[in-house]
């Protein structure tokens, strides 16, 4: 009785490319040895990540998307030096509407602190927002379609953005994919699921160091990985267990080294200065919990 609440509360105000909700998802993973160009050194990166998706029903055409997200990196930034540790609390703020019977759209505020956060300041607070058309073309076939900004230490960052998410009713292959930023395939094998995933994640932090110039870290690394997932306690909880690669972007720059635009892939005016020297790429392994509730 409590599902079927839920169910027809919920479905009809988060017509959505994935046919869920993830409510709660927890990874930690390790990139192993990532070495510095030109370098006789290498880091280990640790990263967690936690984000908590809580809606909240205002009528039958209208629900508040409320939540937050949380992550943490933990490495050296420039060869032998001490481990510095990033953080980012992004607060979700948003509205779904249901527009039509095929269509609605969400429009989600996301600001966020992102620094090492050791003296916070209004420096460290960073503007950024979403929004979402979505079309269901039928029950197993949703596209999305809006863009995506966030003010960022190095100037104001900009995407498109396009989702499908497609879901095969005879074999159980499911697409998945919020481009330019994430692409996951994956496919049903006995009592478990096999996939392939891809994602692409640009982030700024604040960086302050006593007695010095302020500086700040452009993440932008791109991430491959496949993975296997169980499922417990009737399907809402997923367990993933993930390898892949990862290229490790952590760019450190002077707090007054600016572009002009940041889109995917390319910066416009980019003539900016690296502090720290450029860092391969190499092996992950990640861990991830899901709460899911299907609808």
Partial sequence: MKKLTFLLLFAPLFIQAQQYIDILKVDYGTAFKSAFNDANSSTEINTLNIGLTLPVVLNNKHALITGVNFSMDRLQ?????????????????????????????????????????????????FMGGIVLFEKKKHKNLTYQFGAYASMEGFSLFVTPVFGIYYKNPNNGLIINALLPNAFDISYPVKKTRIGFDFSGIVRSFNLKQKNEPSLYIEKNPLEFSSYIQFNALPKKVLLRAKIGYTTNTYEVYADNEKVDLMLPLVGIGDDRTQLNPVMSGGLFIRLEAIYRFHY
């Fill in 77 to 125: 930034l420039f060869p032998n030096a001490k481990y510095t540790t990033l953080y980012s609390t992004t607060l979700k703020l948003g509205l779904s509407t249901t527009l039509s019977k095929t269509w609605s759209s969400k429009v989600i505020l996301l600001p966020k602190i992102a620094s090492d956060y050791k003296n916070i300041t209004t420096k460290d607070l």
